[in-house]
């Protein structure tokens, strides 16, 4: 069962219009796995392991969260939005996705 952050990370994968919504740590794991852009760095790597260990839970799904922003930080991905949503808030969380897809077109075109 996926264990739900208390922040939704919205992430622009660099092709146009498409983004990537992270609300949990197999979200994040996902996301490590299949659509990263970035280096493999070490960074990666750790959070990757830390993901795995909160999978099991071995670590807490913090610890995942922290390793997984830090990795997405040093690749310099973009960071749509990063905001703490009730992630049962079905309205919130397509609004926050419209206005993520607003700002990326915003972004793509300066």
């Known amino acids: 069962m996926a264990s739900r952050w208390s922040t ?5 994968t660099g092709e146009a219009l498409d983004f990537s919504s992270i609300q949990s740590t197999e ?5 490590l796995l299949d659509n990263w852009q970035g280096e493999r760095s070490s960074m990666y790597c750790a959070a990757i392991r830390l993901c795995a260990k909160a999978i099991r839970g071995e670590v ?12 997405v930080r040093e690749a310099n991905v973009s960071i749509v939005s990063n905001r703490s949503v009730d992630v049962d808030d079905h309205l919130t969380l397509e609004i926050q996705r419209s206005v993520a897809e607003d700002i990326l077109v915003e972004r793509r075109a300066l």
Do not use: L, P
């Open 8 to 12: 939704t990370i919205i992430v622009d």
């Open 27 to 31: 979200d994040a794991a996902h996301y």
């Open 60 to 71: 807490t799904h913090e610890a995942a969260y922290i390793s997984f922003m830090a990795a």
